[in-house]
Nanobody
Framework: VQLVESGGGLVQAGGSLRLSCAAS????????MGWYRQAPGKQRELVAA????????DYADSVKGRFTVARDIAKNTMYLQMNSLKPEDTAVYYC?????????WGQGTQVTVSS
């Protein structure tokens, strides 16, 4: 399985970005997908997750009400809509896929929010 993130960039505080994570390869056994982020000097943290069918989602408290995770099953793509961005949202954002026995990571995409 290969995961490719896109959509990162530089945005002013209060702005929006939409990240995409395209999955390819053996995607028939997806259990769930999620977005993580890692800021300089900090541990990687879970931002949002979504089950394979998209019926259940979960969010970190710090992004609830501002971020929305979604999946397009036909396109094998997961999205993260980020609104009302804050400087503390600045980080490298990673896509993660949970299979039945393995997990996979994307290469990450940088999100920078200026004040």
């Amino acid at each position: 399985v290969q995961l490719v993130e896109s959509g990162g960039g530089l945005v002013q505080a209060g702005g929006s970005l939409r990240l995409s994570c395209a999955a390819s390869g053996n995607t028939f056994s997806i259990s769930a997908m999620g977005w993580y982020r890692q800021a300089p000097g900090k541990q990687r943290e879970l931002v949002a997750a979504i089950t394979s069918g998209g019926g259940s989602t979960d969010y970190a408290d710090s992004v609830k009400g501002r971020f929305t995770v979604a999946r397009d099953i036909a396109k094998n793509t997961m999205y993260l809509q980020m609104n009302s961005l804050k400087p503390e949202d600045t980080a490298v954002y990673y896509c993660r896929l949970w299979g039945i026995q393995e997990t996979y990571w994307g290469q990450g995409t940088q999100v920078t929010v200026s004040s």
